[in-house]
């Protein structure tokens, strides 16, 4: 018997351990940010200050810096765990009930009528043939014949819409299916290289017709546009003692190389501007 008492009370412990424990809003939620005060100021923290301090200065986010590990303080102060945010409705239309008994039609406005507009051409044209001209004459003929444009005369609605035939089909046309077969057996490529042996076996006709003209004759204007005048190059001047000293940098890969470029430079002398001739040219 005692062992099956204490079986039983372990048995109810067990069931209170297994039992989820209710906690508090003020146990699930953190407790509400309020701004930095002079009571929660320690000594080593990032907002500690020398000399005067105020609460208000803890409340600016220009001054108050961010301790380590810690958000940014906004200096703002949050209402408490029992505050409830946002728009609270007042319902003063009955709830559910009214609206599932009783359903609020909205009644149209009566239209007041409108004022008709004036036809001032069939005005002016019975005043022209009453033979009134003048602008008074054309006012006093209003006043007395005042027509009015009714609603029923308007010609846009008596408008028939076009005769349409019996079959006809509204809407966009259908995209073709696309050719599946054609496209796996490659028709499109042999198409193409059909094409380009056509245009090719066209230009080799036209070049077997077309007519070979004879040879070209040079006449003075050509040959002297083509001319490039002589020019004498004067040998550079030279210190004594400095003619037999040979060059000591040579930047171009072989001698070749060196006469074929001096030989374009005097070639260009007459074209180019500058003492050295090494300028832009003459002419564009």
Excluded at 40 to 50: A, H, K, S, T, V
Excluded at 51 to 69: A, C, H, T, Y
Excluded at 256 to 264: F, S
Aim: aromatic fraction near 8%; include cysteine.
């Amino acid at each position: 018997m005692p062992e099956a008492r204490s079986s039983g009370l372990d048995l109810t412990r067990w069931r209170k351990q297994q039992q989820p424990v209710r906690r508090t809003v003020s146990q699930v939620c953190p407790p509400p940010r309020r701004p930095l005060t002079m009571a929660d100021i320690r000594p080593g923290m990032e907002n500690e200050r020398l000399g005067v301090v105020r609460d208000s200065m803890f409340q600016n986010p220009l001054i108050v810096k961010v301790e380590l590990g810690k958000p940014r303080e906004r200096s703002y102060s949050l209402p408490g765990i029992n505050f409830n945010y946002g728009l609270y409705i007042r319902g003063l239309d009955g709830g559910v009930p009214e609206a599932i008994g009783s359903w609020n039609v909205f009644k149209q406005q009566p239209t007041c009528p409108h004022e008709l507009t004036r036809n001032y051409i069939a005005m002016n044209r019975g005043a022209v043939k009453a033979g009134l001209v003048t602008a008074r004459e054309n006012l006093l003929y209003r006043q007395l014949n005042d027509i009015r444009i009714s609603d029923q005369d308007d010609r846009r609605l008596k408008k028939e819409p076009p005769p349409l035939p019996p079959n006809m089909t509204f809407g966009i046309r259908a995209r073709p299916s696309t050719p599946f077969f054609d496209l796996l057996q490659h028709r499109y490529l042999q198409l193409w290289v059909q094409e380009q042996k056509a245009t090719q076996k066209a230009i080799k006709l036209e070049k077997k017709q077309k007519v070979v003209l004879g040879k070209l004759y040079e006449t003075r204007s050509s040959q002297l546009r083509k001319y490039k005048p002589p020019v004498k190059l004067d040998t550079l001047w030279h210190m004594p003692h400095f003619q037999k000293v040979g060059r000591h940098l040579d930047t171009f890969p072989t001698e070749a190389d060196r006469q074929r470029a001096l030989k374009a430079h005097r070639e260009e002398c007459a074209v180019r501007q500058g003492t050295l001739r090494m300028g832009n040219y003459t002419h564009p």
